[in-house]
């Protein structure tokens, strides 16, 4: 996270020669700080770190989404050094892995997106960071869903042979800067830290490798012609001479070049640093030291930020004034916490969406307030902002409604906290997602940013406006997306009573599953039960629903798990489940977890090591490990999968089986926490809808004395819509308990939005909305109620504020 930095790098102390520093939440383990990696200077890596730590905001851009080559130099710069593509056995689970084929097979290599990731760079002695022309783009069935794209930036590398001086390269750069622009792109130099100059132009859109590396061969073989005495384009060292080589092969997709702001393996601790053109045309040009560019940082900000910005000026426009006049005219600075101030970000803008929940606080049952998101967007000096209610789309064939708000301060990115109730906006604010963008278009009437948060990777979005402050957002490519805490710690969790931080557990997407193949699907059971997340650690067993409620006293037969793990650490993820006679799933039978089982299908972590970012296939295969372990705790067990080749015969197995339905998950899927995705789909051969129960009616006959039926409920943003009423499915203890749970919860009012009328509800009594239960129903039709409703249970694992809202039911047209 690019904007976790401020507060981190400022007047470090002296060093100890070891310490756990804590880096926007991570910690990172450092070591002989006090080792001098540059004898020269007596830098050493402790200086290294700090350096890197420091100056993360600018070189993060510039080394997003890409594989990293470090050059490490473990024991100083006097010594051996060596290349190192891979990432280690032993590197942090947090470090964020993609995939290369090369002759010699499959790499892993670490892509570094957040500060922590650059401070154990530096506890790494990894002084040259080198990346390629390209980036990863998303791809559900690449390795960690994420392929080689095609090159975002083009370079020539300026190298001088004997006797030949900086500022002769720093006129070839000139000469090239004009060539560049005759073909309409920007030049942007960087002196390299080494004897030469990099000279980079953004391509966009993006071309593919070939295409970069044809037309920076033409470039240097023009140079050649017109300066045959000056400038080489032939790589061989025996006809470079006293001439200027003009590198062109590191757009190759195998190529890799120092990134800006990386330090050198030289006997000084110079860096490839950006430059200026005028620095380039006053001569006199020289490398610089590490200090050097943290200080002209802190002054200039990234000299290369306009290589990810749609338009470049050649010359800095006036800036705008901040204007925050209807902010502050909303807000009364003595009663609200909400920042006023804040200055622009020195690198790459930022985004922040902020879930913000109006109404009462902590939202209560009678209350449930509202929910909307905030999106904001760097713009001009102040975040542009965009109320979304149900937040941007994850799908390019859903469109969202975007409200344009008031602009915010940029210290808002950061704000979380209660707004006072009474002032405007009163509620709950919560940072959702945060990083930087890329700025493709940005007029009055339409603004096209690519997002690369925690969350959201890679999407490419729209926002085009309707009319007046209405809004439409829309996904135009999809990136990928997965859901975070505050920290980017593995869920390697204790297992303590507290439910722990994070999105709860990936849900799938319903949608029909016939088309699939066996090929790219996996199928599983649908099972009737309650989604549970299982923690083992340290001889205990921690239990969370849905909801993130902790549920570890409702299933007491599963605190076997802990000794039939023994030493090993799991965070599991499956369906507590009660099996009839015919051993087939039943809800209706989860009246106590005395009975019930754990069917285990995922695995999000084992040993300490997070596997939410590894494909499905390789979680299936650590679950299957773990198979005869489970099954020896007696309580749990892995289900089988469905063995069918595609999702027709899928469904007419599970069919047979009587079980609720079928699961399809893509077998490249990662592991995306809180968040339902279209790599998981799930279709159920009948429908069942979680409801908020807001009264009931007395029984009659046979029932006279108690509870005839149930009056069930939708929340919407102004209240609970009534559905209906059940009054089937009930045995006589379900009644009972029906009776026993909602005596104490009598009320006056009737809770619904609209109370229903009639002389059959003369006698129903109101309740606090507090109880959810399950129904399976035949239709919901749009202006009527559910048809044929069946009552299931109790769902004890999910509140209220979990329920399907009306708004998003499968209504089915007017009566």
């Not at 953004?202 to 073989?221: C, D, E, F, K, Q």
């Not at 690369?452 to 979005?461: A, D, P």
């Not at 729209?462 to 980017?488: C, D, E, F, Q, Y």
């Not at 003369?762 to 109620?785: E, F, I």
Request: proline residues 8%.
């Amino acid at each position: 996270m690019i904007a976790d930095w401020a507060g981190d790098n400022a007047n470090v102390p002296a060093h100890p020669n070891r310490e756990n520093r804590d880096v926007g939440g991570i910690t990172v383990p450092l070591t002989n700080l006090d080792k001098v990696l540059y004898p020269r200077t007596g830098t050493t890596k402790g200086e290294v770190i700090d350096y890197y730590q420091a100056i993360a905001p600018v070189t993060l851009p510039h080394l997003a989404d890409r594989p990293l080559t470090r050059k490490r130099w473990p024991n100083g710069v006097d010594r051996t050094a060596f290349f190192e593509k891979r990432l280690p056995a032993h590197a942090p689970a947090w470090i964020t892995r993609a995939a290369q084929f090369h002759s010699d097979g499959e790499s892993i290599y670490p892509v570094v997106d957040s500060v922590a990731a650059m401070v154990w760079l530096g506890q790494q002695a990894a002084l040259e960071l080198h990346v390629p022309q390209w980036r990863y783009v998303p791809d559900g069935d690449a390795p960690f869903g994420l392929a080689p794209g095609d090159a975002d930036r083009l370079v020539l590398d300026l190298d001088p042979g004997p006797d030949v001086t900086l500022d002769d390269c720093a006129a070839l750069a000139l000469r090239i800067r004009e060539l560049l622009a005759g073909m309409g792109l920007a030049g942007y130099p960087v002196t390299s830290g080494s004897k030469g100059i990099h000279v980079y132009a953004p391509l966009r859109p993006p071309v593919s490798s070939r295409g970069a590396r044809t037309v920076a061969r033409a470039i240097a073989a023009q140079l050649e012609a017109e300066t045959p005495d000056a400038v080489t384009a032939t790589m061989a060292k025996d006809v470079r001479g006293g001439r200027i080589l003009v590198d062109w092969s590191q757009n190759h997709p195998g190529k890799t070049t120092v990134s800006p702001y990386s330090l050198r393996g030289r006997e000084d601790p110079t860096v490839a640093a950006p430059r200026t053109w005028d620095e380039l045309a006053a001569g006199g040009l020289r490398q610089l030291r590490f200090d050097e560019v943290r200080a002209r940082v802190a002054v200039d900000g990234d000299l290369l930020a306009g290589m990810w910005r749609s338009e470049e000026r050649t010359d800095p426009a006036p800036p705008t004034p901040v204007r925050l006049d209807e902010y502050r005219a909303k807000r009364d600075a003595a009663q609200t916490p909400e920042p006023f101030g804040g200055e622009p970000s020195s690198g790459a803008p930022i985004f922040v969406i902020q879930k913000h929940h109006t109404g009462s606080k902590p939202p209560s049952l009678r209350s449930p307030g509202r929910v909307h998101y905030d999106f904001r967007l760097e713009h001009d000096g102040v975040l542009a902002s965009w109320a979304v209610p149900k937040n941007l789309p994850d799908d390019p064939g859903t469109n969202r409604l975007a409200v344009r708000t008031e602009d915010h301060p940029m210290d808002y990115a950061g704000f979380e906290g209660s707004i006072p109730r009474g002032e405007y906006g009163g509620g709950e604010v919560s940072v959702w997602d945060t990083g930087t963008f890329d700025l493709e278009k940005w007029r009055d009437d339409e603004v096209i940013v690519t997002l690369h948060g925690n969350r959201l990777r890679g999407g490419r979005y729209v926002l085009i406006r309707t009319g007046g402050k209405n809004w439409l957002a829309h996904l135009m490519t999809p990136g990928t997306t997965r859901a975070v805490g505050k920290t980017s710690t593995p869920p390697r969790a204790a297992a303590t009573d507290e439910p722990a931080e994070g999105g709860g557990p990936m849900l799938p997407t319903e949608d029909p599953i016939g088309a699939l193949t066996a090929d790219e699907w996996a199928f599983e059971g649908k099972w009737d039960g309650y989604r549970v997340i299982a923690t083992v650690v340290g001889g205990r067993v921690a239990l969370r629903s849905r909801s993130g409620r902790v549920s570890t006293a409702d299933f007491p037969g599963f605190s076997s798990l802990a000794s039939a793990l023994g030493d090993t650490e799991a965070v599991l993820d499956g369906e507590a489940v009660v099996l009839d006679e015919a051993g087939v799933p039943a809800f209706h039978l989860m009246r106590t977890g005395t009975r019930a089982r754990f069917y285990v299908f995922d695995v999000l972590a084992a040993g300490g090591v997070d596997l939410t970012g590894r494909p499905w296939t390789v979680r299936r295969r650590v679950l299957e490990s773990l198979a005869p372990l489970l099954a020896a705790s007696g309580c749990a067990e892995v289900p089988p999968l469905v063995d069918a080749p595609d999702g027709i015969a899928a469904l007419q197995r599970s069919r047979e089986l009587g079980w609720e339905g079928v699961v399809a998950k893509r077998r490249s899927s990662v592991y995306l926490p809180g968040v339902r995705s279209r790599s998981w789909l799930k279709h159920k051969h009948w429908r069942d809808l979680q409801v908020v129960i807001g009264g009931w009616k007395p029984g009659r006959g046979g029932r006279a004395g108690g509870v005839g039926s149930v009056l069930v409920g939708a929340p919407t943003e102004t209240g609970l819509v009534y559905l209906g009423s059940v009054g089937s499915g009930f045995s006589d203890r379900d009644l009972d308990d029906i009776a026993a749970e909602l005596e104490p919860l009598r009320m006056r009012l009737c809770p619904f939005v609209e109370p229903p009328t009639g002389p059959e509800y003369r006698d129903v009594v109101w309740v606090l909305p507090k109880v959810v239960g399950d129904v399976r129903y035949s239709s919901l039709r749009a202006g009527g109620h559910l048809r044929q409703p069946t009552w299931r249970g109790f769902r004890r694992d999910l509140l209220p504020g979990d329920v399907p809202g009306a708004d998003d039911l499968p209504w089915e047209g007017g009566d």
